[in-house]
């Protein structure tokens, strides 16, 4: 199974400056049929389902702010939020979809610093 | 609107058997790969089962031989029929509509307890 592991595990930021999140596969998560990164991001609030934020490592999803945004490729990917706000508050997740059973990060919690 | 409601978590005992049901409305399941995703306490994501649209089904290894996904299209309903519980298997259980292979909707979930 592809390991999936973010960095660092805790982060405080202060309002209004730039949050980012790092995923490392432990192999390539590129699809070779289509040139697409099989990778997503998910962020969760306490007592809240994970909720999709990025797909194919770049796609933001409907309705998610343009101050999240996903970049990467292979096996390296990254979540950058731009100006942190309240709200963005939560745990992120990465997940992988290329081969084999699909696995998560094991999170990174991010606060207000 | 597309809403997934899970039902069925509760308590008990190492041994016992539960049967999950996550209810679909806002589209058709037997169309979409239909997966389960658990979390125990305080802890991350793990991927547990899947039926794909032609009705295969695929586990982790965690569960193998104990877990069985199924889904009742006139019900537009998947279940996760699960015997032989463990400690461990103590989570809350979320049903997620696959995309493509990432989950795009969610339901709320519904805790599993294993205790004597």
């Known amino acids: 199974d592809i390991v999936m592991t973010q960095s660092p595990d805790s982060l405080a930021v202060s309002l209004g400056e730039r949050a980012t999140i790092n995923c490392k596969s432990s192999q390539s998560v590129l699809d070779n049929s289509n040139n697409k990164n099989c990778l997503a991001w998910y962020q969760q609030k306490p007592g809240q389902p994970p909720k999709l934020l990025i797909y194919?490592?770049?796609t933001r999803q409907s309705g998610v702010p343009d101050r999240f945004s996903g970049s990467g490729s292979g096996t390296d990917f990254t979540l950058t939020i731009s100006s942190l706000q309240t709200e963005d508050v939560a745990v992120y997740f990465c997940q992988h979809y290329s081969s084999g059973p699909p696995t998560f990060g094991q999170g990174t919690k991010l606060e207000i610093k | 609107e597309v809403q997934l409601v899970e039902s069925g978590g509760g308590l008990v005992q190492p041994g016992g058997s539960l049967r999950l049901s996550c209810a679909a409305s806002?589209?058709?399941?037997?169309?979409?790969?239909m997966r389960w995703v658990r979390q125990a306490p305080g802890k991350g994501l793990e991927w547990v089962s899947v039926i794909y649209m032609d009705g295969r089904t695929f586990y982790a290894d965690s569960v193998k031989g104990r877990f069985t996904i199924s889904r009742d299209n006139s019900k537009n309903t998947v279940y996760l029929q699960m015997n032989s519980l463990r400690a461990e298997d103590t989570a809350v259980y979320y049903c997620?509509?696959?995309?493509?292979?990432?989950?795009?909707?969610w339901g709320q979930g519904t805790l599993v307890t294993v205790s004597p």
């Open positions: 806002g589209f058709t399941v037997s169309r979409y790969y």
């Open positions: 997620a509509r696959d995309e493509y292979g990432f989950l795009e909707y």
């Open positions: 194919w490592a770049s």
